[in-house]
């Protein structure tokens, strides 16, 4: 059994000074070798752990005869986006978790082979095969993962299909959230153009709730999907969490991928914090941390109430971030952020863990008389997002839970006949790949109810 292969990558100490994509993917000789791998099994248990079902034997098997297009369209047959796929889904815990090769070794690097196939698609484009038009509309909220993937579908299955997008760029969480070391905005961008090469219709600077009203595209649609994310921070009401200086995850990203707040020739308006702290572990936290590097920042810490084994990040971003010389204060929690006019400082108290609570993981709990004081002049507030209200608020037949997720049944239809909903708007904040299996799911019901009307 050969040893897996290892992606190239940025130098730690030179990419944490530029926005330059971190991780440059297999070369051509190594990307075969890593192919060749794979033992091909007839009931390939990795398909079973992607969410939107990729023929992961398939794609791999065109790859090493160097049939890159026959791989890419086996890719694009399921997966609109593998070039950004192949660059942000957790592969370690769905697909590669339920290779063969990891029972006694390390799993085939399926992520890697997706990213460097997709890459060849950006750069070799399928040509879009004419398409039978059915004469019914469907609008997708939101041009997130879930609304492209939902859209993509509609429209290979000839229906017209107009994606409405709040903000002044389509992509949603992908554009304005993941940074450009991560995710280059070329290949979304790629991506989208592809999209609507296939029909598409794209409307920017369109927010659904005050722009435009459900009711109102209920009249001239046949079909909604809704796909607009978790776009509303939680923060942890401490006392200082107010003051300038304190962002959440959310806008601070925002800022700097969506605004170009990174390319020194835009005065896009960010505090650039010298001594940074991030409050949470994930992905949006790894993100933020190294953002605030790039930008700049001499010390940045990332704050974290569990241990490092409870840190819902991927791996690869805790170790990139570690890599690059972002501090790690674990079992540590804020209790109040210290400052009059700005930041200036923070309390921090350290944790224990006891019995698990209801996510399965152990639950942190403070230790008395452990508070401590730390020097800092910005906070990142990145413990997790809920669904914009804004657009249940306006439509009160929509339910939602407590939380306010929308509901929906096993169809992925919500409370309003012909309105569907996936992706974060239902799940809470999730993964890029199980926000598009929801807008697939969404799309295959609402083709086959409306090809049967």
Known sequence: MKQRNKQREQDPIIRGKNFKEVSLGFDEKTALIEAGRCIQCKNPPCVKGCPVEINIPLFIYHLRRQEYDLSAKVLKEANVLPAVCGRVCPQETQCEEK???????????????????????????????????????????????????????????????????????????????????????????????????????????????????????????????????????????????????????????????????????????????????????????????????????EKVSIVYRRSKAEMPARVEEIHHAEEEGIEMLLLTNPVEILGKEKVKGMILQKMELAEPDDSGRRRPVPIANSEYEIECDQVIMAIGTNPNPLLTDSCKELKKNKWGMLIVNESLETSIPNVYAGGDVISGSATVILAMGAGRQAAKEITKKLKND
């Open 99 to 297: 290779c063969v090769l990891g029972r006694r070794g390390e799993p085939v690097a399926i992520g890697g082979l997706e990213k460097f196939v997709g890459d060849y698609a950006v750069k070799n484009p399928i040509p879009v095969k004419e398409i039978k038009k059915v004469d019914k509309k469907v609008a997708v909220i939101g041009s997130g993962p879930a609304g492209l993937a939902c859209a993509a579908d509609c429209a290979a299955a000839g229906l017209s299909v107009t994606i409405f997008e709040a903000f002044h760029e389509a992509g949603g969480v992908l554009t304005y959230g993941i940074p450009e070391f991560r995710l280059p905005i070329s290949i979304v961008k790629n991506e989208i153009e592809q999209l609507k090469k296939m029909g598409v219709e794209i409307e920017l600077n369109v927010v659904i709730g005050k722009t435009i009203f459900i009711e109102e595209l209920l009249s001239e649609y046949d079909s909604v999907f809704i796909g607009t994310g978790a776009g509303l921070p939680v923060f942890m009401n401490i006392e200082g969490e107010n003051l300038p200086g304190v962002y959440s995850a959310n806008e601070y990203l925002t800022r700097v991928n969506l605004m170009g707040a990174y390319k020194k020739e835009m005065a896009t308006p960010i505090i650039i914090g010298k001594r940074v702290v991030v409050v949470g572990a994930g992905n949006v936290a790894m993100d933020s941390a190294r953002t605030a590097l790039r930008l700049g920042a």
